[in-house]
Nanobody
């Protein structure tokens, strides 16, 4: 079982910045993929940025050049630095992790943190 706790959301004006954090209850080396998703009202949850199982980083086209994902392995914490925020970035942001146990991959989600960008 993996617990994920997000923090850092809030209200910011367009053009501003926020940094989200996601602390995992297990060591990062026990995690297969480690991602940030978001879900805006009336829309499907979408991948924002994430670390693949090979350690590569992926970004959604809509956030490339503005958002940066990083992690602190000793702290088992992942971050999302969000710059040049736009009103369309408004959403609940979720931390996601997957782990392998035997032949099965398990998914875990944080509780979500609200990000609101005002115009």
């Amino acid at each position: 079982q993996v617990q994920l706790v997000e923090s850092g959301g809030g209200l910011v004006q367009a053009g501003g910045s926020l940094r989200l954090s996601c602390a995992a209850s297990v060591g990062i080396f026990n995690i297969n993929t480690f991602n940030w998703y978001r879900q805006a009202p009336g829309k499907q949850r979408e991948l924002v940025a994430g670390f693949t199982s090979g350690g590569n980083v992926n970004y959604a086209d809509s956030v490339k050049g503005r958002f940066t994902i990083s992690r602190d392995n000793p702290k088992s914490t992942m971050y999302l630095q969000m710059n040049a925020l736009k009103p369309e970035d408004t959403a609940v942001y979720y931390c996601h992790a997957s782990t392998w146990r035997g032949a099965y991959e398990y998914d875990y989600w944080g509780q979500g943190t609200q990000v609101t960008v005002s115009s």
